[in-house]
C-alpha cells in the first residue's frame, strides 16, 4: 500500500484530457518527507510510521525535536505527522527513508486532509444555513436571529441548561477537514507534484496530507485496483 505523504497546497490550474477536454485540477507540492520514527508493536503496541516535512532552521526548533530528527539523519522538520501500517509493511521503512510523489504513481484516489479557512466570528444562518426570521410585518430587525433557544434549557429532572451541541453563532472553519476519493489527475514526479480533481481544504501555501483512500464506492474501487495493477 502507498504510503500517506504531506504536501502544500499550491493552487488551482487546468489540464487537457485525451479529448481535448479542460479539467480543472489542484497542484500539491508533495514531500519530500523523510521518514523519522518507525514504530513497532514491541516498542510502542502498535505499528506506525512517522514522517517529517519542511526544513526548519534549527533556531525556531527545540532541543528535543533536533536530537530527534537528527537519529535519521536529517534537519529538523516544522511538521510531523504519523501512518499505521501492517505488521507486514512496517518492514518496508526504515528511518532516514525519503518518500516522494513517486510512491503515489499507482494511486487512482486520495484522501486530503487540511485545516480549512478561518472564516472568524459567524452568525447562524452562514454557520448553520439557519433560514432566519420572517421578512414581513411584525418582525423586528433580527431577520438573520437565530430565534429562541430557550426551549432546549429545560428538561424535567434533568439540569437547566442548554444541551451540548447547540446551533449557534460562533467561531466558523479553522478545523480539521478530510475530502475523502478524491481523483488523481496526474503524478509529476520530477517536480514532485501531484494534480488532484476536487475540492482541497485550505488556503493555498497550507500544509495538507494525502493518504490512499481508505473508502472507494464499487465503481471507484474497480478503477483503483486496475490502476495498482499497472
Do not use: W
Request: hydrophobic share 35%.
Amino acid at each position: 500500500m502507498a504510503p500517506t505523504l504531506l504536501g502544500t497546497k499550491i493552487g488551482m490550474t487546468r489540464v487537457f484530457t485525451d479529448g481535448n477536454q479542460s479539467m480543472p485540477v489542484t497542484a500539491i507540492q508533495v514531500g519530500p518527507c523523510v521518514v523519522t520514527q518507525v514504530k513497532t508493536e514491541e516498542t510502542d503496541g502498535y505499528n506506525a510510521v512517522q514522517i517529517g516535512f519542511q526544513d526548519l532552521k534549527p533556531r525556531n526548533s527545540t532541543i528535543p525535536m533536533i536530537g530527534h530528527d537528527a537519529k535519521a539523519g536529517t534537519d529538523p522538520k516544522r511538521v510531523h505527522r504519523e501512518f499505521t501500517v501492517s505488521a507486514d509493511e512496517v518492514g518496508d521503512y526504515e528511518v532516514g527513508q525519503v518518500l516522494t510523489a513517486d510512491a503515489l504513481a499507482k494511486v487512482a484516489f486520495v484522501d486530503v486532509i487540511g485545516t480549512s479557512k478561518g472564516k472568524g466570528y459567524a452568525g447562524g444562518m452562514k454557520r448553520h444555513n439557519f433560514k432566519g426570521q420572517l421578512a414581513s410585518h411584525g418582525v423586528e430587525r433580527k431577520h438573520r436571529s437565530p430565534g429562541s433557544i430557550g426551549g432546549h434549557g429545560s428538561e424535567a429532572g434533568g439540569p437547566g441548561r442548554l444541551k451540548k451541541g447547540k446551533r449557534m453563532a460562533g467561531h466558523m472553519g479553522h478545523e480539521r477537514v478530510t475530502m475523502r476519493s478524491l481523483d488523481v489527475v496526474r503524478v509529476d514526479a520530477d517536480n514532485n507534484l501531484v494534480l488532484v480533481k476536487g475540492p482541497v481544504p485550505g488556503p493555498n501555501k497550507g500544509v495538507v496530507m494525502l493518504r490512499p483512500s481508505v473508502r472507494l464506492y464499487k465503481t471507484k474501487a474497480v478503477k483503483a485496483a486496475e490502476v495498482a495493477a499497472g
